[in-house]
Each structure stands twice: as C-alpha cells, then as structure tokens.
C-alpha cells in the first residue's frame, strides 16, 4: 500500500528515536491514510488512499 495522500501528497517523514540514555536511533512515521471516494478538484469521484486530515477537512466542507 502506498502511504501517500492522493489529496495533500502527504508522506513519510524520518527522523529519531531518542532513548532516556540519549542514544539515537532512525526510525519513519508513516502517514495515516485510508482508502476511501472522495471528490477531486474537478467535481469528480474518485477512490484511493487519503489521508485522516484531508478526510475530516473534507467532511467540514473546506
């Protein structure tokens, strides 16, 4: 599955897990994406993967 909103083109992002003795250690945070029909900028329904912000901002009418 690929974990990139259709919408906002939100990714993964990497960065560090820090322990309590300091060490560091790479690690990802993967985007919150499901799939779901959704409406595109040209008024059409399409499906694929969305991103949790993107669907509630799309659920308020933004």
Do not use: P
């Not at 992002?13 to 029909?37: E, L, P, Y």
């Amino acid at each position: 599955m690929s974990r990139v909103c259709s919408v906002c083109a939100k990714g993964s992002m990497s960065g560090n897990n820090v322990s309590h003795s300091n060490i560091k250690t790479r690690r990802i945070w993967r985007a919150n994406v499901q799939k779901v029909d959704y409406i595109d900028e040209a008024g059409k329904t399409r499906n694929g993967y969305v991103c949790t912000r993107c669907i509630r901002n799309m659920r308020k009418g933004k």
